[in-house]
């Protein structure tokens, strides 16, 4: 739909987003030793995404993995299938949306209850994958639940700022968030009544931005407001007060369900 750039919105709190560059090395990481050839074969990719992805049948207790893929309390695959990603493009997308939208989610929460956050809508999204398809025993992996609820954040707390992105892949715009953000959530309300199948989970998507969007009042600092004005009319951004320094303290392969990005090929 677009490929987001750049948002151009300072910094007012901490000195630099150290919580989501982290999560994002983390992912490439892990993208790093499980989904390339160099370094994972197909099998070896397949049972980690079994043993670390989210099935739905496991979860609803209408199917049971076998014994050699068990390796977490089900409970943990609620978070750990966001740190998988199937290819360079999965990877890509959902990493490029955090890097862009993140570093103001966590400038509005502070470090550590960023990573609540974000976890907390990755569970989200694997919830509403869940509800979606309760039978489902394809894994789901990806990044997206999580991505999607800082981008539903995003909205609620700057939608006048002005975002620099590719329409189309192609076309260079800079609008305001509440246009592009709400035009991208939009998007996954019609994709998720209209598109059936494939793997891509809408619904993921959905409860990604759900839970996004009900956390921000309660997990933001009280001196930040939601629905601010627009930075471009204001003067020179805030100093940054950094927190640490203020405070001193199956036989054939599967079908992935995936959350983000192109259907595979079959």
């Known amino acids: 739909m677009f490929i ?35 370094i994972s074969n197909a099998q070896e990719a397949n049972a980690i995404f079994f043993s670390f992805g989210f099935v739905p049948a496991v979860i609803n ?11 977490l309390p089900e409970a943990v695959n609620y978070l750990s299938y966001a740190f998988l990603h199937v290819d360079f493009m999965h990877v890509a997308g959902n990493m490029l949306f955090l890097w862009v939208f993140g570093d103001n989610i966590e400038d509005a929460m502070g470090h550590y209850r960023f990573l609540a956050f974000y976890l907390l809508c990755a569970a989200g999204g694997a919830f509403a994958h869940s509800l979606a398809v309760p039978q489902s025993q394809a894994p789901l992996i990806g990044a997206s639940g999580a991505t999607a609820g800082v981008v539903g954040a995003y909205l609620l707390l700057h939608p006048h700022v002005k975002i620099w992105i590719l329409a189309l892949g192609r076309i260079p715009l800079r609008l ?41 009042p309660f997990m ?14 204001t003067d020179a951004p805030t100093p940054y007060i950094d927190e640490t320094e203020a405070s001193n303290t199956p036989a054939n392969k599967p079908q992935l369900s995936r959350d983000w990005g192109r259907p595979d090929e079959r």
Request: charged residues 10%; proline residues 3%; hydrophobic residues 55%.
């Open 220 to 233: 933001k600092r009280s001196s930040v407001s939601l629905f601010d004005k627009d930075i471009s009319k």
């Open 4 to 38: 987001p750039l750049h948002d151009a919105n300072a910094l007012e709190h901490i000195k630099r987003q150290y919580m989501t560059l982290a999560l994002i090395a983390i992912n490439i990481v892990i993208f790093l030793f499980t989904a390339t050839p160099q």
């Open 176 to 216: 305001s968030a509440m246009w592009i953000l709400g035009a991208w959530i939009a998007y996954q309300v019609f994709s998720f009544i209209t598109f059936e199948g494939g793997q891509v989970s809408w619904a993921a998507h959905l409860g990604g931005i759900i839970m996004g969007i009900i956390l921000i």
């Open 61 to 71: 207790d209408t199917a049971t993995l076998p014994a050699h893929y068990i390796v």
